[in-house]
């Protein structure tokens, strides 16, 4: 398994990979991604398998801001390069990887990379049932979110390094 970042050329198989983890009122769509790539493809962490294909990924922009808000997945330009948090939009692994630690190497890497940045640290959200999940990685949860994003509750998170 190999993990590197984003380039154009990889729109199609990170969008099918979305559909795949994601109900589609939550998922990102292809014009997300595409409008994501054009500004920060550095930001998109993808774990190929033996052969090449990418079978898990986390994506999100940089941000002064402090807290993940609905507008940042459909608008890349809250993106600031110099930005303080690495927000994560999304962590991804297709179903038929799941539950071999990929989505965690993926996220070590994030982590890693916005600790080597100067970041002050990476905020996500996510339901009530990985609240754990992400605690063992050493985010905390600050309650529940004001993001509306697909119709659900969710919780934000936030690792301080």
């Not at 790539?37 to 993808?46: D, G, I, M, R, S």
């Not at 190929?48 to 002064?64: M, Q």
């Not at 991804?92 to 890693?112: C, D, F, K, M, Y």
Request: proline content about 2%; aromatic content about 10%.
């Amino acid at each position: 398994m190999h993990i590197r970042t984003a380039t154009m050329a990889d729109l199609a198989a990170i969008t099918a990979v979305e559909a795949a983890c994601f109900p589609a009122a939550e998922a990102a769509t292809e014009a997300d991604f595409r409008a994501r790539l054009a500004v920060y493809p550095n930001h998109f962490w993808l774990l190929e398998d033996e052969n090449g294909a990418i079978v898990s990924f986390v994506d999100g922009l940089v941000t002064d801001e402090p807290t993940l808000r609905d507008e940042m997945y459909s608008d890349a330009s809250f993106h600031d390069e110099h930005g303080a948090w690495q927000m994560i939009f999304g962590v991804n692994t297709l179903p038929s990887h799941r539950r071999q630690g990929l989505a965690e190497q993926v996220l070590r890497q994030v982590i890693a990379d916005a600790k080597a940045q100067g970041r002050k640290g990476c905020v996500l959200t996510c339901k009530d049932k990985l609240i754990h999940y992400y605690g063992k990685l050493g985010f905390v949860n600050e309650g529940v979110s004001e993001s509306v994003h697909g119709g659900v509750v969710w919780y934000d998170m936030r690792l301080t390094f």
